[in-house]
């Protein structure tokens, strides 16, 4: 089974942009203002570098 990266919204703070997308290697995560994160399933590698630096682990590679 492939893993997926989620965005947990209740863990989301939702007050800021989100520092992980810096970290994507490939822009697979977008944000619209202050929103939750979205994640590109097309274009996200499943490197797991987004869900280790979330500090309120709300992206989980599952």
């Given at each position: 089974?492939?893993?997926?990266?989620?965005?947990?919204?209740?863990?989301c703070?939702?007050?800021?942009?989100?520092?992980?997308?810096?970290i994507?290697?490939?822009?697979?995560?977008?944000?619209?203002?202050?929103?939750?994160?979205?994640?590109?399933?097309?274009?996200?590698?499943?490197?797991?570098?987004?869900?280790?630096?979330?500090?309120k682990?709300?992206?989980?590679?599952a």
């Open positions: 089974m492939e893993k997926r990266l989620n965005v947990i919204i209740e863990r703070p939702q007050n800021h942009k989100c520092p992980a997308m810096a994507c290697p490939v822009g697979a995560i977008s944000q619209n203002g202050f929103d939750a994160p979205v994640v590109n399933e097309e274009k996200c590698i499943k490197c797991g570098k987004c869900s280790n630096f979330c500090p682990k709300a992206l989980v590679l």
